[in-house]
């Protein structure tokens, strides 16, 4: 079946402790990119990734890292997570990115940063 | 500067209703239009996108939404609306410039079926 996996679902954590959320796709997409959702604030972009060794900020990179050393991987990184970090995940990949390309969406990661 | 408005937050109808949500962008050019569906727990899915060509476009699970240049509107519209339906609804758009990497999303609209 094809999909975007993400992992954890939920995780709960504290100030300062470094975590990742991994992101894969099993469809060969070249296309990657991080979502987080706020209650009011809809969907902003963090990062992308065009390609393996390829990536971009988004809307709202601070506090993130990315990294694309494989095609089906992109993991989230926080280095240093903050409570304003709290928010609900979501990774996304598509075949190119040409305007008849869709993004499929993982089903979420939900963040709560102590 | 550029936007994407959802001014409904939250909309309650009645299964078997007609149900219409709006859209505005603001932008130089018309941007690539979206309409997403979240499900409860579930992340997005695509119902329909627009391009260029007719401006009434057909979407998956019953849903269209018509393109209005004049009033850079890309309202979403269901003519009877099933309990399943219930979610929460993004319009997104994409700068014609780029790609499809730089989605701009609205905050959504929420709907509620009543029985």
């Known amino acids: 079946e094809a999909q975007v996996t993400q992992n954890p679902r939920y995780l709960i954590t504290v100030t300062g402790k470094k975590l990742t959320v991994t992101c894969s796709q099993n469809m060969n997409h070249e296309y990657m990119s991080w979502y987080r959702q706020d209650p009011g604030l809809g969907l902003r972009q963090i990062y992308y990734s065009m390609n393996v060794e390829v990536t971009d900020k988004g809307d709202v990179p601070e506090g993130y890292k990315v990294s694309r050393k494989e095609k089906r991987n992109f993991p989230l990184i926080l280095e240093s997570p903050s409570p304003n970090q709290t928010s609900l995940y979501f990774c996304?990949?598509?075949?190119?990115?040409?305007?008849?390309?869709?993004?499929?969406f993982g089903p979420g990661t939900r963040l709560t940063v102590l | 500067a550029q936007s994407v408005t959802q001014p409904d937050i939250h909309i309650t109808v009645s299964e078997g209703a007609s149900l219409e949500l709006r859209c505005n962008y603001s932008y130089g050019a018309t941007p690539y239009l979206f309409w997403y569906v979240q499900s409860p727990g579930q992340g997005l899915q695509l119902l329909l996108k627009y391009f260029s060509g007719d401006t009434l476009v057909q979407g998956i699970k019953g849903f269209e939404a018509e393109f209005k240049r004049s009033q850079s509107s890309f309202n979403l519209r269901k003519p009877s609306v099933h309990w399943s339906d219930a979610a929460e609804y993004f319009c997104a758009v994409d700068p014609p410039r780029f790609g499809n990497e730089k989605l701009t999303f609205g905050t959504g609209t929420r709907l509620t079926i009543i029985p």
């Open positions: 996304a990949s598509s075949k190119g990115t040409g305007y008849t390309d869709t993004q499929y």
